[in-house]
């Protein structure tokens, strides 16, 4: 089961802001950038290794996302990045019952991305900020607005580059990670 962004539910939860670059002329698909993003079974070119911390459940999907690592460009309209031929990659999977949870996305080669982390708890195609979570690479502090780009930006080198995202989830007006109790 895929999942879509779901706009106005972003724009109303402060993680992005409006931009004409919404004006996509591609038909929309769940599957943009899934076929690029598919790493191979001990992958070695250039990929990105998340290492998913803090879900709050195993419930649902995770819905990795690559963007370029500026303002205009981070969490654009999938449609627009494509036609534009931007960089954009994408990995859905089903939150596994055990383990640790890592993820693998290749990327185009060596350089600098910005990545996005979303927790579909319901599976739906839409982000509800009272139930999913997010996060993204560097694992900056969430306010009322997308993190800037340079907060989120990460270097990926010519082969596996490890990272960690930790999770926030709806907590109070905002978004953060979850309490560890202990």
Request: glycine share 10%; hydrophobic share 35%; charged share 20%.
């Amino acid at each position: 089961m895929t999942m879509r962004w779901h706009i106005p539910c972003l724009l109303a939860a402060g993680l992005i802001a409006s931009s004409s670059v919404f004006a996509a002329t591609i038909p929309s698909s769940p599957e943009l950038g899934k076929k690029e993003a598919q790493c191979r079974r001990d992958e070695h070119g250039p990929s990105l290794l998340v290492n998913v911390l803090g879900l709050k459940d195993r419930q649902g999907n995770l819905r990795l996302e690559v963007y370029p690592a500026n303002d205009d460009d981070f969490l654009a309209d999938d449609n627009a990045l494509v036609g534009a031929g931007k960089v954009f990659r994408r990995v859905e999977e089903p939150v596994p019952q055990t383990g640790n949870v890592r993820l693998c996305v290749r990327v185009p080669g060596p350089g600098t991305y910005a990545v996005s982390l979303l927790h579909s708890r319901d599976g739906k195609r839409k982000f509800s900020w009272t139930i999913d979570g997010i996060g993204f690479s560097g694992n900056p502090r969430l306010g009322w607005s997308k993190p800037k780009a340079a907060r989120v930006a990460i270097t990926a080198g010519s082969g596996p580059t490890p990272i960690s995202i930790v999770m926030n989830y709806r907590s109070g007006l905002g978004m953060s990670p979850l309490k560890v109790k202990g």
